[in-house]
């Protein structure tokens, strides 16, 4: 498949507008993906996006930002592939990188405090629409339900996203088949991108995951940065739109400046590329398979159990006032009643926090 310039262009103007408002992290940009090119554009079907949501979980990487890709590639071919990663990407490492050269210059970050203050609670209501949305797609029978219950369970004792979303697949799988059958590091340019190469091939899970991963290496072992200085990149993946794993790109800053931070940047997004290009033209095909069909059924039911769980937690920290309660409201009323656009949503929101505070 090839793009045409038009698609191209309108993929590149999407993926920009969600890179610089989808604040939140992947449960976020995931719903706002979802609202963008499945209910208001029509790109995909709310079954087509859920198996490609269900295979970006079989890859490491960063989901979100594989999601991007995925529906640039489904869109565009090749070339909607790169446009629609790049665009979801780039704002938020330019972003990062002018808050990493403040922080740098002057030892603190930028108080987004009161603009997130306001944000948050419109993006509980933003992910909890895409659940119920996702949800109608993917919860299709009894046993699907009871096993999107089982998986949010599971995971809220400990176990792992992937170890929930692989056996829930096998769980559906099995199901459906009783039934069929019944009836060193050091701090130059190149080595930061081979470093951050190697995490973004073999990570799996969330910006969170990689945080850890980060501690572990640079922190712990090779003392390059210190406690503070990762908390302060956390927090920069967080008060920032996109993509969290624009954490890299701020500790690249760090270790060599733009030169490090362009190199943990390309290295830790580029396996996302490769890896969504070598398996998008698996997802379709599974679907027409009655063994790939069942194990995507669980997989998928499990996935928004997964994003439902996520949601219930940052709620508790999002809504913690009436003030917040009110814009929750309101937010979820303008979703439902109005259909009204997540980013300005979130737009509106930060002012009133500006505002408000």
Request: proline share 3%.
């Amino acid at each position: 498949m090839t793009g045409s310039k038009g698609s191209l262009q309108e993929l590149a103007r999407v993926f920009l507008r969600l890179g610089v408002s989808s604040f939140g992290g992947p449960a976020v940009h995931i719903a706002n993906m979802h609202d963008e090119c499945v209910k208001r554009r029509r790109w995909l079907s709310s079954e087509e996006f859920l198996d490609l949501l269900g295979a970006t979980n079989f890859i490491p990487g960063p989901n979100s930002t594989e999601m991007a890709i995925h529906i640039g590639f489904t869109r565009a071919g090749v070339a909607g592939l790169i446009v629609a990663g790049v665009c979801f990407i780039m704002p938020a490492a330019l972003i990062v990188v002018a808050v990493a050269i403040l922080y740098v210059r002057y030892g603190t970050l930028p108080q987004f405090e009161s603009m997130l203050y306001a944000v948050k609670p419109v993006v509980i209501a933003v992910i909890l629409r895409a659940v119920f949305d996702l949800g109608r797609t993917a919860v299709k029978n009894v046993f699907l339900a009871i096993l999107a219950a089982v998986a949010a369970v599971w995971n809220l004792m400990g176990a792992g996203e992937l170890t929930v979303l692989f056996g829930s697949g096998v769980l559906a799988l099995v199901w459906s088949e009783s039934r069929r059958l019944s009836g060193s590091l050091s701090i130059v340019p190149p080595q930061i991108f081979f470093y951050f190469l190697k995490i973004g091939s073999v990570l799996f899970g969330s910006g969170y995951v990689l945080v850890a991963l980060l501690r572990a290496d640079l922190v712990d072992r090779l003392g390059l940065l210190d406690q503070r200085q990762l908390l302060d990149a956390i927090a920069v993946g967080q008060l920032t739109p996109g993509p969290l794993f624009t954490t890299a790109t701020f500790v690249g800053y760090l270790l060599d400046g733009g030169c490090g931070a362009f190199a943990a940047t390309i290295g830790v997004f580029l396996p996302a590329f490769v890896l969504v290009g070598l398996t998008h033209p698996f997802v379709r095909r599974m679907r027409h398979n009655a063994t790939a069909k069942a194990l995507l059924d669980g997989i998928n039911a499990a996935a928004v159990a997964l994003m439902l769980v996520v949601t219930s937690s940052l709620a508790r920290a999002a809504i913690v006032d009436a003030f917040t309660i009110a814009i929750a409201i309101l937010a979820g009323a303008l979703l439902w009643k109005f259909r009204s656009s997540s980013a300005w949503l979130v737009l509106g929101a930060a002012l009133i926090g500006l505002a408000y505070q």
